[in-house]
């Protein structure tokens, strides 16, 4: 038997911040090394940050990397450390692993598969390394190989698979273990998305047991740029079998999944196994070896306790809790604001926003304590606040902002949503505002607004007046100022540029409507584990959604302006995610909604294509949006669509005929 102590390790880095980033990685070694750890694994590009996006094109920011990690090198002492970091060479950037080991740079393994779909653009910036070719670079007057790589570090023979080359079929695992690796480091920058965890246990698991090797996988945590989001997922799998997992969502900057794993057990998995078939050319050339004296190591058992079955809703509602609060804290204190303001209506969208907030803090407060807490964020609530209710009260400004058209329903909600989260809460005035646009306007045509005659604009002047309080509460706080739009509202630009859409980020635009309808519910009679729910939400749950800027005679719902908002999802679904057309999504909704007149279905498809296609100008205006699942509208990191095009003119046009027929 031969023991060794491996870990993965996670860490809340920030493009470009390079101190920070390299401090968070020290920490990590530090705690390793107290730990008795062997090997550590460290997240994908860790050291420049995932997120620098066209930056990684400056030369700067690649000479500085290499001097980043160059400093890394004496903090190694006793311990073997995959650190990410880009590399060019040849004149191709590359996105690397180094392994350092005692003191000593081994070489750079490069990503051999890209991640080029969705929300990552990697081919923008790297070059794939091809499969089996070896280089050498020169750093610091020394030479180091580069590329396809294998080491041997006192006997133990540890490979890499780089995130996206973990999730191809034709994986480099396989060759690492003809190579006769014993450890696979995979250092990944993996975005969070639903069911995504589920999805990376498999392949750690699965490739353990197929490889027969001791496999680490370590992801970022946080809010790295802006957009997307890591869950700081950890995992360590041996011969089949999950031998660590580490906490995700974690507000820490640093954490640690360890292991102590048995390499004699793997390497005889793979000699009774039928299938390995070891690489036999006797070419070592990529195999590289170094010196390396593994401490004494007690076997620990590496047997998890069987996961517990979890109704899979139940686990999207906790996971969506947990990073848009763990994405809020980010941005909020990478953006050095102060807070934040919600223009709080009463409504759904605006009281998710709100509570997603207050449960920010509390999530926060409970892992880091107050102490904590008020450092990360910048130490500027002084005096120092006594407990969450008052964090709260002096991060979180709602207001609510009344016209002629708003209900006692609605403002009242807003108070009792307010009240139960602790903010800062306003009400506000601004008809007189309205009014004052109103006859400024009137006066210049020479005649009269009439709803008649000009609903959209005077609809959307009420919307617009409540843009300047809320941003002028924001510059007068140093804080951010949340939009509150949805994804499905999103679709079809049901929503006032200037006016609701106004904001420097936009948490729920990465959401659809039916979700956060469904979530908020949960909020009241249940919430995240460990805090319980909010009953007070239920003023705000027991309404139909509306935007309240008609009079109040019309009773005006969303729904009645769009359509329901499980068929508006379910369209976008169909449209977006799955590219199908009009004619299309009418057959498949007939059939997944067969009690609906078929015609009436027809109408709600043209009526999304034509918003839809209409309203891309919107999507490109708004506020950049947490990505939270793999179905974003976001055009910066997902959907690209042009602004001006046909409308799908044709396309509607096969499918009004055979709505035609259908009446006939």
């Not at 081994?106 to 280089?135: C, M, N, S, T």
């Not at 190989?145 to 041997?152: E, K, T, Y």
């Not at 990073?323 to 980010?330: A, N, Q, R, T, Y």
């Not at 005659?453 to 409540?466: F, Y």
Request: with cysteine.
């Amino acid at each position: 038997m031969q023991f060794v102590k491996v870990a993965a390790a996670t860490v809340n880095q920030t493009p470009l911040a390079w101190e920070s980033n390299l401090e968070h990685i020290k920490q990590a070694i530090d705690i390793a090394r107290q730990q008795n750890v062997s090997i550590l694994c460290f997240p994908e590009l860790c050291i420049s940050g995932y997120g620098c996006a066209d930056a990684f094109h400056s030369r700067g920011v690649q000479k500085t990397a290499l001097q980043m990690l160059l400093q890394l090198v004496d903090y190694t002492e006793g311990i073997a450390v995959a650190v990410g970091v880009p590399v060019n060479y040849s004149g191709g950037l590359f996105n690397t692993a180094c392994l350092i080991a005692d003191k000593k740079i081994l070489g750079f393994v490069g990503k051999q598969h890209l991640a080029g779909d969705g929300i990552h653009y990697e081919p923008r910036w790297f070059k794939a390394w091809p499969d089996g070719i070896v280089a050498e670079i020169e750093l610091d007057g020394k030479t180091y190989p580069l590329g396809d790589i294998i080491f041997d570090v006192g006997g133990i023979r540890i490979g890499f698979e780089i995130c996206e080359d973990a999730w191809v079929a034709d994986r480099p695992g396989a060759r690492c273990a003809a190579r006769g690796a014993d450890i696979i480091l995979n250092p990944s920058a993996s975005h969070f998305s639903f069911g995504k965890h589920a999805v990376r246990r498999q392949f750690a698991v699965e490739g353990s047991r197929a490889f027969k090797v001791t496999y680490v996988y370590a992801n970022l945590l946080g809010n790295e740029a802006g957009r997307a989001i890591y869950d700081g997922d950890l995992m360590i799998a041996t011969n089949g079998k999950l031998a660590g997992v580490g906490q995700r969502f974690s507000f820490e900057p640093v954490g640690l999944t360890t292991a102590t794993v048995d390499v004699d057990l793997t390497r005889t998995a793979r000699s009774r196994s039928g299938s390995f078939e070891p690489e036999l050319d006797g070419d070592e050339s990529d195999v590289f070896h170094v010196n390396f004296t593994y401490p004494p190591c007690a076997p620990e058992s590496t047997e998890l306790p069987a996961l517990k079955q979890r109704d899979p809703n139940l686990v999207k509602l906790e996971e969506f809790t947990r990073i848009i609060s763990l994405g809020l804290f980010d941005y909020m204190r990478k953006s050095h604001s102060r807070g934040f303001v919600i223009s709080l209506s009463g409504g759904v969208d605006s009281t998710a926003a709100a509570v997603l907030c207050a449960i920010m803090v509390e999530l926060a407060v409970e892992e880091l304590g107050i102490d904590l807490f008020c450092e990360k964020i910048g130490n500027f609530l002084q005096p120092a606040p006594k407990d969450t209710n008052e964090i709260c009260q002096r991060l979180i400004t709602t207001a609510y902002q009344a016209t002629r058209n708003s209900s006692d329903t609605t403002r009242q909600a807003a108070a009792m949503v307010a009240a139960a989260i602790h903010s800062t809460h306003m009400e506000l005035d601004v008809d007189g505002i309205v009014d004052a646009y109103t006859e400024m306007i009137s006066g210049q045509l020479r005649r009269d607004l009439t709803w008649e005659t000009d609903d959209l604009a005077l609809q959307n002047i009420q919307a617009r007046v409540r843009s300047p309080s809320v941003w002028m509460l924001a510059n007068i706080k140093n804080a951010l100022l949340l939009s509150t739009s949805n994804r499905s509202e999103v679709a079809v630009g049901y929503a006032t540029m200037d006016g609701d859409t106004s904001g420097g980020l936009a948490p729920l635009a990465g959401i659809d409507k039916h979700f956060l309808q469904e979530w908020l519910r949960w909020i009241e009679t249940t919430g995240p584990r460990g805090l319980g729910p909010i009953p007070h939400v239920k003023y705000v749950n027991q309404q139909q959604p509306t935007a309240e800027l008609r009079p109040q005679g019309e009773s005006q719902t969303d729904e009645g302006d769009l359509m329901p908002y499980e068929i508006l999802d379910a369209i976008e679904r169909y449209a977006i995610r799955d590219k199908l057309m009009p004619l299309e999504i009418h057959t498949h909704l007939t059939s997944d909604y067969g009690t609906i007149d078929s015609v009436q279905l027809g109408e709600w498809v043209i009526r999304f294509f034509q918003l839809f296609c209409r309203n891309q100008w919107k999507r490109e205006r708004f506020a950049p949006s947490f990505h939270v699942d793999d179905e974003s509208l976001d055009p910066k990191t997902w959907l690209r669509f042009p602004i001006l095009s046909g409308g799908y003119a044709y396309e509607i046009g096969k499918l009004k005929k055979a709505l035609d027929k259908l009446s006939d």
